[in-house]
Nanobody, 123 residues
Framework: VQLQASGGGLVQAGDSLRLSCVGSGRTFSRDDMGWFRQAPGKEREFVAVIRWTGVTYYVDSVKGRFTISRDNAENAVYLQMNSLKLEDTAVYYC??????????????????WGQGTQVTVSS
């Protein structure tokens, strides 16, 4: 099973980016699919998750700016990031985890991880 993340880059504050993550090796249509990020010197933190039902959850700091979506036919999850801020700079990881878990903010809930894609926001 592999998750391939892409779409990161260097942007200015206020710009937008769309991250993509495509899975292979099995289908994820009944799993939770999420995004985490890790800034230098900090722990990996939850950003957003989308249940297989389509229900979504976000960390407060990205609500109203980021949108997570999925395409089960493509075995993919996306993160549309608008109004980017300096503090959004991090390596972003996609992940697939236990369906419907109440612990969706915890890294331990996720079984599969992508390799990470760097997002750098400059002033």
């Amino acid at each position: 099973v592999q998750l391939q993340a892409s779409g990161g880059g260097l942007v200015q504050a206020g710009d937008s980016l769309r991250l993509s993550c495509v899975g292979s090796g099995r289908t994820f249509s009944r799993d939770d699919m999420g995004w985490f990020r890790q800034a230098p010197g900090k722990e990996r933190e939850f950003v957003a998750v989308i249940r297989w039902t389509g229900v979504t959850y976000y960390v407060d700091s990205v609500k109203g700016r980021f949108t997570i979506s999925r395409d089960n036919a493509e075995n993919a999850v996306y993160l549309q990031m608008n109004s980017l801020k300096l503090e959004d700079t991090a390596v972003y990881y996609c992940a697939v985890g236990s369906s419907g878990s109440a612990y969706y903010t915890l890294t331990e809930n996720y079984n599969y991880w992508g390799q990470g894609t760097q997002v750098t926001v400059s002033s």
